[in-house]
C-alpha cells in the first residue's frame, strides 16, 4: 500500500519525525539543563550508543504503525471514507463475485464461474488469494500490488497468478499462468473491485482466454 504515497513525501516525512526523536533525546540525555549539547571525545561513544537505539526504536514504531497502527484511522466513522478515496482503500477481507471467460464449455457456452477473493494489506505488504468456487481450477496469486495512477486518480489492483486445473476438460490444459488488473470503485460508500484478467491457457492452440472480473466486498 505504501506505493500510493508519494515517495518523496513519505521520506520527508519519516527523516522529519526521525530528526526531532533523534534530537529530543540527544538534548535530554547529554544537554543538561540548559539544553546544549556539549560534544566532545569522551561523549562521542555514548552519543554513537544512543544513536543507535533510537534508530531502532524508530524503526519499530513505524513498523508497528505500518502494519496495524493505521487501521485505527479507517475505523473511525466518515473518516474512513476519506482515507478510502484519497490516501488509500481499505481491501482487507473477503471479496465476492463472479468472472465471465471468453472460454467455452462443452455445450460450447461461455464461462461464468463464482469466485472468491481474500486480501490482506497494510503499509508492508500486500496479499491476495482467489479461488473459483466450484473447484475446477486452483489459483495461487504469485505478485500482487495496488497503486495509484497519476493519470486518473484512480486506485489499482493488479496481479499475476498461477492456475492448476486437477482434472481439465480436452480443451483446456492442466497449468496455466495469466493476469488481471481491477479498478477500485465506490458506489454509495460501498467498494468494488472491476476489471479484466487474460491468461496463456492453451494459447499454442490459439485458445488463450480473457474476460471481466467484477466482486464486491463482504460485510
Not at 504515497?5 to 544537554?31: E, W
Not at 479507517?74 to 478515496?85: A, F, Q, R
Not at 499475476?160 to 492442466?174: A, C, I, N, R, Y
Request: net charge positive; hydrophobic share 45%; with cysteine.
Amino acid at each position: 500500500m505504501w506505493k500510493v504515497l508519494p515517495k518523496v513525501g513519505l521520506i520527508k516525512i519519516l527523516a522529519f519525525m526521525f530528526a526531532v526523536l533523534f534530537l529530543s533525546i540527544i538534548l535530554v540525555l547529554l544537554g543538561g539543563g540548559d539544553y546544549t549539547i556539549n560534544l566532545n571525545q569522551s561523549n562521542l561513544f555514548e552519543v554513537a550508543a544512543h544513536a543507535s537505539g533510537i534508530s531502532i526504536i524508530f524503526t519499530i514504531i513505524v513498523w508497528i504503525i505500518a502494519k496495524w497502527g493505521w487501521k485505527v484511522f479507517w475505523l473511525i466513522p466518515w473518516l474512513d471514507n476519506v482515507l478510502n478515496k484519497n490516501v488509500c482503500p481499505n481491501l482487507n477481507g473477503k471479496w465476492i463475485g463472479e468472472i465471465t471467460s471468453t472460454f467455452k464449455n462443452e455445450q460450447d457456452e461461455f464461462v461464468t464461474k463464482k469466485v472468491e477473493m481474500h486480501i490482506k494489506a497494510d503499509f508492508i505488504g500486500f496479499d491476495i488469494q482467489l479461488k473459483s468456487l466450484d473447484k475446477y481450477q486452483r489459483s495461487t496469486v504469485v505478485q500482487s500490488e495496488i497503486y495509484k495512477d497519476a493519470r486518473d486518480g484512480n486506485f489499482y489492483v493488479s496481479y499475476l497468478f498461477e492456475s492448476v486445473v486437477d482434472q481439465p476438460l480436452p480443451t483446456d490444459d492442466s497449468k496455466f499462468d495469466g493476469a488481471a488488473k481491477l479498478v477500485v470503485r465506490f458506489e454509495e460508500d460501498n467498494m468494488q473491485l472491476v476489471g479484466t484478467y487474460w491468461t496463456n491457457r492453451a494459447w499454442q492452440r490459439g485458445k488463450n482466454t480473457a474476460g471481466k472480473i467484477e466482486l464486491k466486498k463482504s460485510k
